[in-house]
């Protein structure tokens, strides 16, 4: 009998694990941070009396979404000391491409860049509501305030948002766009370069200071031409590039002698104002185990 509710509480808790991976992710822009939150979840949900617990899934929610808000406040403190720019750390989307999400909402790179500027509260308000769809009831129970505070914080999130998010492009034309960077990229064709940038483009290489990486973002579109084509001799040669879905868009793996590269990029109407370079070793590996991960393995699988 105990081991038949063990396998029934395992169960419950792999059927929700790519909701629950999805709110964190979202909430912390990091895989490994949201592993470990679901590493939590899955100890606490073991020793619940669950005979207390009507609604399993609304439970889980909760218990995820108030460790990933404090995770956070400790998260912020880390990133102050991280040498260089901060970008999210990649996942794979393909298998799910909305992480567990009624919507795909938060999850594009640039919009989890976004989404660092709100307070956690807010982060966790909009996330719940506009990614998972949580009734506004709910979601003042989750973050222990009222309806009107909770709608409050929605409306606030969303126009924050909506102010500071670019013209969106869909899929397809993101991928063309990256495809033609490449191109231009591998040859160092600084005017093929110029020619698809937004006039206020930033390349933004995540290093955490190992050597190859800028530790200052690059901006405008000659500044940014001339840095891609200055590095071409020594970083396309060679490499074998691997098309990737993450975080519900195209990027490529860079494999290189002395590390490996995730690149991709944000863009709109005006074209490319975005270049991200991921080259953070642990980021990398975080990436790698995301990929199976939709599978739906109980811990850090």
């Given at each position: 009998?105990?081991?038949?509710?063990l396998?029934?509480v395992?169960?419950?808790?792999?059927?929700?694990?790519?909701?629950?991976?999805?709110?964190?992710?979202?909430?912390?822009?990091?895989?490994?941070e949201a592993?470990?939150?679901?590493?939590e979840?899955?100890?606490?949900?073991?020793?619940?009396?669950?005979?207390?617990?009507?609604?399993?899934?609304?439970?889980?929610?909760?218990?995820?979404?108030?460790?990933?808000?404090?995770v956070?406040?400790?998260a912020?403190s880390?990133?102050?000391?991280?040498?260089?720019?901060?970008?999210?750390?990649?996942?794979?989307?393909?298998?799910?491409?909305?992480?567990?999400?009624?919507?795909?909402e938060?999850?594009?790179?640039?919009?989890?860049?976004?989404?660092?500027?709100?307070?956690?509260?807010?982060r966790?308000?909009?996330?719940?509501r506009?990614?998972?769809?949580?009734?506004?009831?709910?979601?003042?129970?989750?973050?222990?305030l009222?309806q009107?505070n909770?709608?409050?914080?929605?409306?606030?999130a969303?126009?924050?948002?909506?102010a500071?998010?670019r013209?969106?492009?869909?899929?397809?034309?993101?991928?063309?766009?990256?495809?033609?960077f490449?191109?231009?990229a591998?040859?160092?064709?600084v005017?093929?370069?110029?020619?698809?940038f937004?006039?206020?483009?930033?390349?933004?290489?995540?290093?955490d200071?190992?050597?190859g990486?800028?530790r200052?973002?690059?901006t405008?579109?000659?500044r940014?031409?001339k840095?891609?084509?200055?590095?071409?001799?020594?970083f396309?040669?060679?490499?074998d590039?691997t098309?990737?879905?993450?975080?519900?868009?195209?990027?490529?793996?860079?494999p290189?002698?002395?590390?490996?590269t995730?690149l991709?990029?944000?863009?709109?109407?005006?074209?490319?104002?975005?270049?991200m370079?991921?080259?953070?070793p642990?980021?990398?590996?975080?990436?790698?185990?995301?990929r199976p991960?939709?599978?739906?393995?109980?811990?850090?699988g």
């Amino acid at each position: 009998m105990r081991t038949e509710s063990l396998e029934q509480v395992a169960s419950a808790f792999v059927e929700l694990r790519p909701r629950l991976f999805g709110i964190a992710y979202r909430m912390l822009g990091s895989v490994t941070e949201a592993e470990d939150i679901l590493q939590e979840v899955w100890m606490r949900w073991q020793n619940t009396d669950r005979a207390t617990v009507e609604n399993p899934s609304a439970f889980l929610a909760l218990i995820t979404t108030r460790l990933s808000i404090n995770v956070i406040q400790s998260a912020r403190s880390r990133r102050e000391a991280y040498i260089g720019p901060w970008l999210p750390e990649p996942v794979d989307t393909s298998l799910d491409p909305t992480l567990g999400a009624e919507r795909g909402e938060a999850l594009e790179f640039a919009f989890l860049l976004l989404l660092e500027r709100l307070t956690p509260t807010e982060r966790a308000a909009y996330v719940l509501r506009e990614a998972f769809v949580y009734p506004y009831p709910q979601i003042a129970e989750i973050l222990q305030l009222s309806q009107v505070n909770v709608r409050q914080l929605v409306s606030r999130a969303r126009k924050r948002l909506t102010a500071e998010r670019r013209e969106p492009i869909d899929k397809t034309e993101h991928r063309r766009l990256l495809k033609v960077f490449l191109a231009a990229a591998e040859t160092g064709n600084v005017a093929a370069l110029e020619d698809l940038f937004a006039a206020d483009v930033v390349s933004s290489s995540d290093g955490d200071g190992m050597r190859g990486s800028a530790r200052f973002p690059i901006t405008g579109g000659s500044r940014v031409a001339k840095f891609v084509a200055t590095y071409a001799p020594r970083f396309w040669p060679g490499a074998d590039i691997t098309w990737v879905e993450a975080n519900g868009r195209a990027g490529v793996i860079v494999p290189r002698n002395h590390g490996t590269t995730f690149l991709t990029i944000d863009a709109s109407p005006q074209g490319i104002h975005h270049v991200m370079w991921v080259v953070n070793p642990a980021k990398l590996d975080a990436f790698e185990r995301s990929r199976p991960r939709t599978v739906g393995a109980v811990g850090h699988g």
